[in-house]
Antibody
Framework: QVQLVQSGAEVKKPGASVKVSCKASGYTFTSYDINWVRQATGQGLEWMGW????????GYAQKFQGRVTMTRNTSISTTYMELSSLRSEDTAVYYC????????????????WGQGTMVTVSS | DIQMTQSPSSLSASVGDRVTITCRASQGISNSLAWYQQKPGKAPKLLLY???RLESGVPSRFSGSGSGTDYTLTINSLQPEDFATYYC????????FGQGTKVEIK
């Protein structure tokens, strides 16, 4: 079935970087954008950016510009989100989510979500 | 950035009730609006997109309406499995979510 499977939980120290993976299966990997969304404990959802797995093009939320990098490996249908210069406020569950193309807009709703990866930033 | 204001932040309802959640955008978003349901410890689930289009497999008791800046999610005949937190999301421009509405059992 169509699914996104993410890598496991991470614990990092302030100032370090984390790289989360998101492996797609059950559909043509290069046909759908992948977005990254995070959620701090008890808080709402925050969009971080998107990647087009076909072209490698990316777009990042202004808040994360300069700290986030999204990449992909098409041979294994996997996208990656790397966040650097981690601080305690980055402690959250990070989700990848597939874009659902509809209409002519530049952005999409998100129809398939990964299970989430908990990233804890603590000294 | 387009801001999304969702209300109420929480509500209490009984099984069988009709529930309405609203979302207001800070500017027009041309129906580029999605609704999600999230249960504790789980990823969000897409319910509706393009303001009123029901995602495949979602029960028909969920419906969406609205235009311009104002949108509504309605749940007819609330079921036990519907107690969750609901989020709206605009994707007309840089995606942004509402603050969420927690639907609790009365």
């Amino acid at each position: 079935q169509v699914q996104l499977v993410q890598s496991g939980a991470e614990v990092k120290k302030p100032g370090a970087s984390v790289k989360v993976s998101c492996k797609a299966s059950g559909y043509t990997f290069t046909s759908y954008d992948i977005n990254w969304v995070r959620q701090a404990t008890g808080q709402g959802l925050e969009w971080m950016g998107w990647m087009n797995p076909n072209s490698g093009n990316t777009g990042y939320a202004q808040k994360f510009q300069g700290r986030v990098t999204m990449t992909r490996n098409t041979s294994i249908s996997t996208t990656y989100m790397e966040l650097s210069s981690l601080r305690s406020e980055d402690t959250a569950v990070y989700y990848c989510a597939r874009g659902k193309p509809y209409g002519s807009g530049s952005y999409d709703a998100f129809d398939i979500w990964g299970q989430g990866t908990m990233v804890t930033v603590s000294s | 950035d387009i801001q999304m204001t969702q209300s109420p932040s929480s509500l209490s309802a009984s099984v069988g009730d009709r529930v309405t959640i609203t979302c207001r955008a800070s500017q027009g978003i041309s129906n580029s609006l999605a609704w999600y349901q999230q249960k504790p410890g789980k990823a969000p689930k897409l319910l509706l997109y393009a303001a009123s289009r029901l995602e495949s497999g979602v029960p028909s008791r969920f419906s969406g309406s609205g235009s311009g800046t104002d949108y509504t999610l309605t749940i007819n005949s609330l079921q036990p499995e519907d107690f969750a937190t609901y989020y709206c999301q605009q994707y007309y421009s840089t995606p942004r979510f509402g603050q969420g509405t927690k639907v609790e059992i009365k």
